[in-house]
């Protein structure tokens, strides 16, 4: 009887030691520290700062054409789907006829952004600049579809097109210049004035990595249909006739070229070999070719030169800024 | 009698033959093509192209205090008197009593432009931003006397300027922060956040080696008195001043900085050993000082940051915009 009656009390005092140790353990655990994953500074593999939301107004549309570099595209996609200040990606689809990865696409969801596929009818170079209704913010940046920028470039850049949104901001600057005989011809650095003795100018920012305003969109879509016959005619173009509109609509140079940190071209990584239509033998003499049809076209040369080459201070360092002395 | 005639013959063919000799000479002479002076690119002792004139609205003034350092101020003079655009030169004597050197000046002309000796009759930092009445252009070069910047350098900062009109452009960029508790410091890019991670920023152009509009000056005078006293008190701030004037005014970044290619501090050089007056003990501290009193009186603190740096395109070299790839 009395082996009994201890087996009891053991017991009893048992769930009662394992009921106390469990609300002693419970109370400390919620007086610990709370974790705070958003503390900025702190190194730890959870506490880069959350992305912020912006408002349309400070927010941009990638319009990304792509040709026959499917795989290429979609790895850049992983890359700028997650760039700052973005709303939207807008593909236009060349690949006739091709089915658009919409299910890979949504299958490796969820994602930062929407996306849109523009199936194209006809492979044309300026399907690019349509006025896409799924275009909701008023700053393009159109992109190549084998160019890499990096994200401070492009934040930086598109700070600098808010306070120049009348003009193509962006990384690839280029020239013309004019002949004694009056006769334009179309180049980049290596063009430069020999005797000038005072630096390089462009007249010309690209369209292939820069933004602008979209209202240009639908002022391209106005044109006389030489120019667009002329782009159809050359599969090139379209972006010298986009700064020819930029710098009738301004009377000022089309571009403010910002000199990038971290640009790359992927054009030799696409699996389908396909390299892009500035390797054929006549792209270059083509585009002094659109030089003079277009101003010819134009009744005049509306572009403009200029030497500014904006950088973003002190970064990526502040050697950027720092005098010999 | 043939004799004395034979004589007469030849005397008379000689004289002849040298009339036609100096007549077909000279002929040749005015035919042969006229040497062109001014013609670009022909590497001869002489070629350098002439200086052109520049209307009013194309040039600038520059305003320089000078104080106890009369040999380097003629040795910077000697310089600046040649830089294009220039229109007129202003010098702010704050050497009080002491006689300007205009005699010096005089015979050593003569001189690219007039210069100007304003002689004061104290010796103030905030002298050199009175509105000078020799000042016929909009544009203003205020240069501290220790300082040579390069030609080009000016001829740039001075065309962005011109598309920058209401701001001050120039080569020293500083910054001031916020304490948490809303005490301001003064600071440069050593005082860059750690945690941002994401380049430098300034939020005031020093004026030291800038340009700026001539209407500012007039700010400046109109200025309640207690920031003239601060600035008296102190013998500093006024650069900081007229930045708080420019902030106001535009609601926008007060300055744009342009990166100096060839930008050199020759405080060194003076025979008279005095440095200059930012080597004092309290110099800095005073700045901080000064951007606390400017807010107390502005009621509010209208600094703004930009990150904009601007270089010139292609100068000295294209190396300067080539990407990496």
């Not at 349309?56 to 795989?71: E, H, K, P, V």
């Not at 210049?177 to 011809?185: C, L, N």
């Not at 659109?290 to 502040?318: E, H, R, T, V, W």
Request: glycine share 6%; proline share 6%.
């Amino acid at each position: 009887m009395r082996i009994c009656k201890l087996h009891g009390k053991i017991r009893f005092y048992f769930i009662l030691t394992v009921l106390l140790l469990f609300i002693v353990g419970a109370s400390l655990t919620a007086l610990l520290p709370k974790v705070d994953h958003d503390e900025v500074g702190v190194l730890r593999r959870d506490s880069w700062p959350r992305q912020q939301q912006h408002s349309l107004a400070d927010s941009f549309t990638i319009i990304m054409q792509t040709y026959n570099r499917t795989d290429l595209l979609l790895k850049l996609l992983n890359h700028y789907q997650a760039v700052p200040h973005l709303h939207k990606v807008i593909i236009v689809w060349n690949n006739i006829g091709e089915k658009i990865p919409r299910e890979l696409w949504d299958s490796l969801g969820p994602h930062p952004v929407p996306i849109v596929f523009k199936e194209q009818t006809v492979n044309r170079m300026r399907n690019r600049l349509q006025f896409f209704p799924e275009l909701e913010t008023e700053a393009v940046l159109m992109l190549d579809d084998d160019t890499l920028v990096s994200a401070p470039d492009l934040v930086f850049s598109f700070s600098i097109w808010k306070q120049f949104p009348d003009q193509i901001v962006g990384f690839v600057p280029r020239k013309h210049i004019s002949a004694p005989s009056g006769i334009y011809s179309y180049g980049s650095f290596e063009l430069q004035n020999p005797e000038g003795g005072n630096g390089d100018k462009y007249s010309m920012v690209l369209i292939g990595a820069a933004f602008f305003h979209r209202t240009y969109l639908e002022k391209f879509q106005k044109l006389p249909s030489e120019v667009h016959s002329l782009i159809d005619e050359t599969q090139n173009c379209d972006d010298i006739a986009m700064n020819f509109v930029v710098a009738k609509h301004t009377r000022r140079p089309s571009g403010v070229f910002v000199k990038p940190v971290d640009m790359r071209n992927h054009e030799r990584d696409a699996s389908s070999g396909y390299t892009g239509m500035w390797h054929r033998a006549e792209h270059l003499l083509q585009r002094s070719y659109c030089l003079n049809k277009l101003a010819d076209i134009y009744g005049s040369m509306p572009l403009q030169y200029s030497n500014i080459m904006i950088s973003q201070f002190g970064f990526p360092s502040y050697a950027n800024h720092m005098s010999k002395n």
